[in-house]
């Protein structure tokens, strides 16, 4: 009986140490496949990381391209480029990206003679012949020379008065109702008071290049919502919007060469050049230009006049409306007084058309370079000269301006009113291009074929 209960007792704990062997195994079974899911799971997680990490690799390497093949186009440098005459293609296998087997980028550029179109391959090949590719196609328009009023390397100073700069549309014939406010004032300083706009009212915009503009206790940054406060009620809490300034502006000031040796002598500065119907344009070229101040020259075609030295006009420069256009190109200083460049509509309030004055310099950084306008009359005209002082002065305590400027430095002196013609924006440079826009080609139906070219 009482070997037969320890038999019985035996039996009951080998059971009950059999069902708790079992309960392990399933248990430790269970977290085995838990352990291997999670694994399976991480190292999922772990490819489609590195599989993100090449995509975006893979768009960085696609935009170098971009950008390689852009400063190909602004430099007119096309070395390590082929091409068949019209088209240019480029293969760039310089890269070294950590845990890819292989990297290149393959760039077209195509429609050079019109909107060039760019089409960038960055390709990344990984182990077990797997591989990743981001494909962006990049449209380029013609950098405007003039889409600022007033546009600065370095500072923008406003002194004496009350200076007023807004902007207006020239193909609207007449001047009453004809203000906008976009007369952006503009550098692409990142100093302290690059801008500095005293008591001067800005119907527009500030743009710098990182600082704060130094702004006086009169001073105005305002638009057409705030006209009404500004200009009526003289509320100085509306004097400033703050919505209109901005810190990140940049841009690039291409130096501007002088038309290439050529062009007649002058046949003097009291006469009248140009070719009244348009369609012939008369080059000349001078080493000094002086106007004197009974002189006129009357302007009546299309004009480019380059002058090597220095430029002083005393006299008028006057432009005729129906087909007189001036391109100037200056090498040295330039000092324009008394009546100066005239160029007015013949119902004096039309607009007027400062494309039809164009002045360049041609200077080099650090030249010194000087232009200086002043004078009794309104000045309708473009200037571009990155790398001189302009000064805007009045005659007396005013003066007016239509068009608009570039310049390393730009001072404005009295009581002046400047006018940007928002028309100068379509005046471009075709040595210099700009992205207009930016697409990632992802469809499959989209999808460029490089195998024409490489």
């Given at each position: 009986?009482?070997?037969?209960?320890m038999?019985?007792?035996?039996?009951?704990?080998r059971?009950?140490s059999?069902?708790?062997?079992?309960?392990?195994i399933?248990?430790?079974?269970?977290v085995s496949?838990?352990i291997?899911?999670?694994?399976?799971m991480?190292?999922?997680?772990?490819k489609?990381?590195?599989?993100?990490?090449?995509?975006?690799?893979c768009?960085d390497?696609?935009e170098?391209?971009v950008?390689?093949?852009?400063?190909?186009?602004n430099?007119?440098?096309?070395s390590?480029?082929?091409?068949?005459?019209?088209?240019?293609w480029?293969?760039?296998?310089?890269?070294?990206?950590d845990?890819?087997?292989?990297?290149?980028?393959?760039v077209v550029?195509?429609?050079l003679?019109t909107?060039?179109?760019?089409?960038?391959?960055?390709f990344?090949?990984?182990?077990?012949n797997d591989?990743v590719?981001?494909?962006?196609?990049v449209?380029?328009d013609?950098?405007?020379?003039f889409?600022n009023?007033?546009?600065?390397?370095?500072?923008?100073?406003?002194?004496?008065?009350?200076?007023e700069?807004?902007a207006?549309?020239?193909?609207?014939?007449?001047l009453?109702g004809?203000?906008m406010?976009e007369?952006t004032?503009?550098?692409?300083?990142?100093?302290n008071?690059?801008?500095n706009i005293?008591?001067?009212?800005?119907?527009?915009?500030?743009?710098?290049g990182g600082s704060?503009?130094?702004?006086?206790?009169n001073?105005?940054?305002?638009g057409?919502d705030r006209?009404?406060?500004?200009e009526?009620h003289?509320?100085?809490a509306?004097f400033?919007?703050t919505?209109?300034?901005t810190?990140d502006?940049?841009?690039?000031?291409?130096d501007v060469?002088?038309?290439?040796?050529g062009?007649?002598?002058l046949p003097g500065?009291?006469t009248t050049?140009?070719?009244?119907?348009?369609?012939?344009i008369?080059y000349?070229?001078?080493?000094?230009?002086r106007?004197?101040?009974s002189?006129?020259?009357?302007i009546?075609?299309p004009v480019?006049l380059?002058v090597?030295?220095?430029a002083?006009?005393k006299?008028?420069i006057?432009?005729?409306q129906?087909?007189g256009?001036?391109?100037?190109?200056?090498?040295?200083?330039l000092?324009?007084?008394g009546?100066?460049m005239?160029?007015?509509?013949?119902?004096?309030?039309?607009?007027?058309?400062?494309n039809?004055?164009?002045v360049y310099?041609?200077?080099?950084?650090?030249?010194?370079q000087t232009?200086?306008?002043a004078g009794?009359?309104s000045?309708?005209?473009?200037?571009?000269?990155?790398?001189?002082?302009?000064?805007l002065k009045?005659g007396?305590s005013?003066g007016?301006?239509?068009?608009?400027?570039?310049?390393?430095?730009?001072?404005?002196?009295?009581?002046?009113?400047?006018?940007?013609?928002?028309?100068?924006?379509e005046?471009?440079d075709?040595r210099?291009?700009?992205?207009?826009s930016?697409?990632?080609?992802?469809k499959?139906?989209?999808r460029y074929?490089?195998?024409a070219?490489?």
């Open positions: 009986m009482e070997a037969n209960c038999l019985q007792v035996e039996f009951f704990a059971k009950r059999g069902s708790a062997l079992i309960a392990v399933m248990v430790t079974t269970f496949f838990v291997a899911g999670f694994l399976r991480a190292d999922q997680q772990l489609d990381s590195n599989k993100t990490f090449f995509y975006n690799a768009l390497l696609a170098s391209g950008e390689d093949a852009i400063w190909a186009i430099a007119d440098d096309y390590g480029w082929s091409t068949n005459g019209t088209d240019y480029k293969k760039i296998i310089h890269f070294n990206l845990g890819a087997q292989s990297v290149r980028v393959r550029m195509t429609n003679a909107t060039p179109l760019i089409t960038s391959e960055g990344v090949s990984l182990a077990g591989s590719a981001k494909q962006i196609q449209e380029l013609p950098r405007s020379k889409p009023g007033l546009t600065a390397k370095d500072t923008i100073t406003f002194s004496g008065g009350n200076a700069v807004d207006y549309d020239s193909n609207i014939v007449t009453a004809n203000r406010d007369g004032v503009a550098t692409v300083s990142a100093l008071d690059a801008v005293a008591n001067a009212s800005i119907f527009g915009f500030i743009a710098t704060s503009p130094d702004i006086g206790p001073g105005k940054v305002y057409q006209v009404t406060e500004v009526v003289n509320n100085s509306y400033v919007d919505n209109r300034i810190n502006f940049s841009a690039n000031f291409d060469p002088a038309p290439p040796t062009g007649s002598a500065t009291n050049i140009g070719d009244p119907t348009g369609s012939t008369e000349y070229r001078v080493t000094d230009l106007i004197g101040n002189d006129t020259l009357n009546v075609g480019v380059v090597e030295d220095d002083v006009v006299g008028k006057v432009i005729g129906v087909a256009s001036l391109e100037m190109y200056v090498g040295g200083n000092d324009v007084t009546s100066g005239v160029n007015v509509p013949a119902i004096s309030s039309n607009s007027p058309k400062p039809k004055i164009l310099g041609t200077a080099s950084s650090g030249s010194g232009f200086k306008l009794n009359g000045l309708a005209a473009g200037i571009y000269a990155p790398n001189a002082e302009v000064q009045g007396g005013s007016e301006m239509f068009g608009a400027v570039v310049a390393e430095d730009i001072k404005i002196n009295g009581n002046y009113a400047f006018h940007y013609d928002v028309r100068m924006r005046i471009t075709e210099s291009y700009r992205m207009s930016w697409r990632e080609l992802t499959g139906s989209d074929d490089f195998l070219y490489f």
